[in-house]
């Protein structure tokens, strides 16, 4: 009986990431036909949608290939034609360009993050509050680009509202995105650094400092969206979907990120 549905395959399709049937993504019997999907990510995300993607794929055939860098980045090539089908970025700021420059289909709120200080995780310096940063022993402060990518932009708007931005900005070391601003204490280039909680988490080669109240600078959210290339392409409304679904949330928060409570109606 060459066209029974094996017990196996029954439990394929009830998998709670597969929100589309997977008989409508083409070509999946022939892997040189398999569809592919670009998805283009904040850094901060790389291993969370590492870890989703590759399941995504086991379970669907589709090809996902993934592209991490700072949001500002990403967005300003999509906006210069770079072909994406799916976006995370980790500031509202570049999901609304985007949307203002009709590149975007379908959008909603994914994630929160927050801030840490971090320094070396064989440091001794004493850093209990954010004003020790100014301490003489600090030389080098890290964080993103304060003036363009989401982490940086974050912690300058911190700093800035404790007063404090002007007596440390000639410390900063701004890196091209998070991950690099966490090399930068990972490495000793740095004694102290501003990063995602998400990011000093996946580091054995630092430690968290302090905590960095949420209420001071604007919140951290990371909008996902569908871009209109992706509207046309069922694989990539998938994993638009799949992004949402409570399996990828659950992967989101082993990283640390928290999920918020779904959009009530689509965001324009």
Request: aromatic share 8%; charged share 20%; proline share 8%.
């Amino acid at each position: 009986m060459k066209n029974a549905i094996t017990p196996r395959f029954v439990f394929l399709l009830g998998l709670p990431l597969l929100l589309a049937a997977t008989s409508s993504v083409s070509g999946q019997s022939d892997p040189s036909r398999r569809e592919t999907i670009l998805v283009f990510a904040a850094t901060s995300t790389a291993n969370a949608m590492d870890e989703i993607r590759q399941t995504f794929q086991q379970r669907t055939g589709v090809r996902v290939q993934s592209s991490y860098a700072s949001s500002v980045t990403l967005a300003q090539q999509i906006a210069n034609g770079a072909k994406a089908d799916v976006f995370v970025s980790a500031d509202e700021k570049w999901a609304d360009y985007l949307a203002k420059e009709k590149f975007v289909s379908r959008r909603r709120n994914l994630l929160a993050n927050r801030l840490v200080v971090v320094v070396p995780s064989d440091s001794s310096l004493p850093v209990q509050r954010i004003a020790d940063l100014a301490r003489p022993e600090i030389r080098h402060l890290s964080m993103g680009e304060p003036e363009g990518g989401p982490a940086g932009k974050y912690a300058k708007q911190v700093l800035t509202e404790l007063g404090l931005w002007e007596r440390l900005k000639g410390k900063v070391v701004a890196g091209n995105d998070v991950r690099q601003a966490l090399a930068f204490v990972e490495t000793g280039a740095a004694e102290a650094g501003i990063v995602y909680a998400t990011d000093a988490a996946i580091s054995k080669k630092v430690k968290v400092a302090l905590d960095i109240p949420p209420q001071l600078g604007s919140p951290i959210r990371y909008p996902v969206v569908l871009l209109s290339p992706g509207a046309q392409k069922p694989a990539a409304v998938q994993f638009f979907e799949c992004l949402q679904s409570p399996p990828a949330s659950a992967v989101f928060r082993k990283y640390g990120f928290t999920v918020p409570e779904p959009d009530p109606q689509p965001a324009p």
